[in-house]
C-alpha cells in the first residue's frame, strides 16, 4: 500500500468515527485509465469515552495511521476498561 493508490474517507462527529480505506490499482495502458480496487477496510467506533474534536490520517507504508485528538486532555483508559474497548 502506498500513498499514491489509497483513498481513505473519514465519518467523524464529536463522539464517533468511521473510516474507509480503498486500495486500487489503476490501469494507465487503457484509455481513459481503469481504476479496479484491489482492497477494501473498515473500522467504526460507535461511541468514544469522551469527545473528539478532530480525526486525520496518515499514510505510511502498508498502514494507515488514525490519529483522533481529544476536546478535553483527559486519560480514558478507566472508561476504555469498563466499557470494554
Known sequence: MKASNTQVFLKSDSTSLSCHVEIIKVDKKVKPPCKTIVDRRYYEVEKFPGEIS????????????LLVRKKIPQSWSNL??????
Open 54 to 65: 478532530a480525526v486525520s490520517f496518515r499514510l505510511k507504508k502498508n498502514c494507515c495511521i
Open 80 to 85: 476504555m476498561s469498563q466499557s470494554g474497548f
